[in-house]
């Protein structure tokens, strides 16, 4: 965990500074029970998603072999691309909209690197003890004691970190035929990397780098300022009401002794997993998880002080002006928010389980038959059968006189392909006069509420 130190040329400095190993203190109130409900719902839902069945089969896969991905019913082919993009920039919006109102709550209670880090640090604690029986462990002579708490810890962390890496696997393949494979030892070599790798990326980031990812990795917290004003909430030490801080007994008069309501416990400064003083002001190393609100707050108990010397509040607040939690950054973001978040489930709902693509000929406008009272006009049609069974397809062609088609016949798509077809549209050649817009449609036989339709313009002579 320590930094290594590089010697500038010709002096005693360091260009780094050590970084020392921080050994956060166990904490208990109200914030640190949101966390720890964060915690259990969030790992709850990644370790039992992968086990639960929808229609027969794996409720979410991301079956990529087969290109297809299964989430709770739906099916979703490479061509539903879009929608992944679309979720990505409702996911981007929603982060700036409750940036923007609460700070970094992402970073608190819902990153993938505090809840793994903070189940690694119960393994920890189980193990090793409390944040003195740490230190004291670590500072101490290796004996068979140490070695013995040490190999323990190691051997927790590893299965965790596999059993994560078995898990992450589980959403791209099977996880049941996974899970006989592993039993079995009949694991392929992709998926043997896959479990490895992943594993190994949760072992080192939650059970050794720790707030060092949070602190130089992570890029969040370099541009959060963007998403910051006056009436964000943030954690805030009560400067006015704290200083000048000073250590004093239970029930003395701070203000008689000319002191504020800190009494210099560093306490906030023990709990906090990135190391450092909230006192000193916001910084690009706060997590938002509020931890020393809840060490402050049992301080403040003891000492007979009101609650709220650190605290989640608004720089506006702390400088008596009011605050407002609507204001135009928030409307925008969440009216957008809220548009895309609609549009996306209109559009799943509503979309279609078969696409159809028509391209006209480019090389050749239209065609007149020999007599010269009919014109064909030619296309390339692409059927995709996004269902999950073959589909028989019909093409149907409709325009303000009848439309001949040639060939005219049906067509067979296999479940997941795009097939490609020449199609030849024939009317009279004057009926009527110069072009216009009909209208394509390829229909399932097996079912008729399989259908799309798509527009396409006709190119015919004028007299």
Known sequence: MNDVRIPLHGSGQS??????????????????????????????????????????????????????????????????????????????????????????????????????????LWMERFVEGDRNARQKLDRGAWSASKLLKKAAKQALWVSFALWTGFTFVGFFAPIR??????????????????????????????????????????PYARFQSAMFDHDTLVITYDVERGEPRGPRKRGTDARAQGLGDCIDCTWCVQVCPTGIDIRQGLQIECIACAACIDACDDIMDKMGSPRGLIRYTTQNALEHKPSRLLRPRVLIYGGLLSALVVGFVVTVALRSPVSLDVLRDRKTLYRLTDDGNQVDNVYTLRILNKTEHEQHFRIEAHGTTPLSLLPEREYTVASGDVYSLPLRVRRATYDPVGAETIRITVRSIDDSSIHATTDARFLAPAR
């Open 15 to 120: 260009l780094y500074v050590a970084q020392e190993k921080i050994y956060p203190r166990e904490i208990d109130g109200r914030f640190a029970g949101l966390r720890t409900l964060s915690v259990w719902v969030l790992l709850g839902l990644y370790y039992l998603i992968p086990w639960l069945n929808c229609n027969g089969r794996q409720a979410v896969l991301f079956d990529l072999p087969n290109r297809k991905f299964f989430i709770f019913g739906l099916v979703f082919w490479p061509q539903d691309f879009i929608f992944l993009t679309w979720l990505l920039i409702i996911a981007a919006l929603a982060l700036f909209f409750f940036t923007a109102i609460g700070g970094r709550l992402w970073c608190g209670y819902a990153c993938p690197q505090t809840v793994w880090t903070e189940t690694f």
């Open 177 to 218: 035929e996974l899970s006989m494979a592993v039993w079995t030892f009949s694991l392929g070599p992709w998926e043997t990397f896959w479990i490895l790798f992943y594993g190994f990326a949760t072992y080192g980031n939650a059970g050794y780098l720790r707030e060092q990812v949070c602190k130089y990795m992570c």
